[in-house]
């Protein structure tokens, strides 16, 4: 377990790098078009998005938008903070709060 | 240039806080899920990618192989090459192992942040620097603390803690949708994604999202120029 787990590790640790360094240090060597820039702007909202939805939607292995999902539940008290405050920690705080609250409601589910 | 460090440093601190809980939830996780607080620590150091790390500790507690659990960070993680992508055009006077040592603290939270910041201002070594060192010593201060204590708790997913990421996510995602256009790629990256993944269930859904939304976020953009072009005349 423990050599499988260093390899494993390390395994992530060079996947994850080479994504992370090769645009930096390729693209910034050239000029590149205007609407490539304008389609890279639009890159860190689509990838938060694409990450939190399936996150929050899926729910035990299935697509749920129903009042069983304590994932949705959760998320609309977030959302109304984030659009109120802009602030990442009172975010995160009310997110694990709501779940928190939920579980101690709803512990059948 | 210590000015420069400063105001990085500065830039990371909601990330050092919002890196807590989540932090914490991990460490936690992790450790009850058969990880020692070493294997934490070093995944944290050399990953130190969020989402990556929840997932691929659940697969090592479910015995999955370490060629499926690397495929799977590689394909997870894939994304941050559209954020250095997008960071690329504002590091051309940093020399290439500048480059290279701030690459290592690309992450979605410090991203949300800089990808920002170099819209209006100069990207400095010192800047990145200080945003990049803050952010990840928390992050792996947090992970550890969390595996800590992790194996002393039991029953985590009662306290909340399995949704700080999602509530991350919303708390990163929502300050940055400013006009429609945002809104619309917002809202085509999250169904694309969500469809995606529901009905081929692997894991190139975020990737392929963010791509066909972004182009949509350009086309509309067309879109709306020759309207109000037609307008005009």
């Known amino acids: ?109 | 240039m210590i000015s420069e460090w400063r105001k990085g440093a500065k830039a990371a601190i909601p990330i050092m806080i919002g890196y807590v809980p989540i932090g914490l939830a991990f460490g936690i996780l992790a450790s009850q899920q058969g990880l020692t607080v070493g294997n934490i620590f070093f995944m944290s150091l050399f990953v130190y990618a969020g989402s990556a790390q929840f997932i691929a500790a659940a697969m090592m507690f479910s015995g999955s192989q370490a060629i499926s659990i690397i495929t799977t960070t590689f394909l997870v993680n894939l994304r941050h090459l559209l954020m250095s992508a997008s960071l690329a055009p504002h590091m051309k006077k940093l020399s290439s192992v500048i480059q290279s040592l701030i690459s290592f603290g690309i992450t979605d939270e410090t991203f949300a942040v800089s990808g920002n910041y170099v819209q209006n201002n100069k990207a400095s070594a010192g800047f990145f620097g200080g945003l990049h060192i803050a952010s990840h010593s928390s992050w792996i201060l947090s992970t550890v603390i969390g595996g800590i204590f992790g194996s002393k708790l039991t029953e985590t997913t009662k306290w909340g803690l399995d949704f700080a990421l999602s509530a991350m996510f919303i708390g990163l995602l929502v300050p940055q949708l400013k006009d429609k256009r945002g809104l619309l790629v917002c809202i085509c990256a999250g169904l694309l994604s969500l469809i995606l993944k529901s009905y081929t269930g692997g894991n190139y859904n975020v990737i392929i999202a963010a791509i066909i939304a972004a182009t949509i976020g350009v086309m509309a953009e067309k879109w709306n120029n020759k309207q109000s072009l037609s307008y005009s005349e």
Do not use: C, H
């Open chain 1, 1 to 109: 377990m423990e050599q499988q787990a260093i390899l494993i590790i390390l395994g992530m640790s060079i996947v994850t790098y080479i994504p992370r360094a090769l645009p930096i240090i390729v693209l910034s060597k050239f000029k590149l078009p205007d609407w490539f820039l304008r389609w890279l702007k639009y890159i860190p909202v689509a990838i938060l998005s694409a990450l939190l939805v399936p996150e929050v939607v899926i729910f035990e292995d299935s697509v749920n938008f129903s009042l069983d999902n304590k994932n949705l539940l959760a998320a609309i008290p977030s959302l109304l903070v984030a659009y109120k405050t802009k602030n990442l920690f009172v975010t995160v705080s009310v997110g694990i709060m709501s779940m928190l609250i939920l579980n101690l409601l709803l512990p059948n589910y």
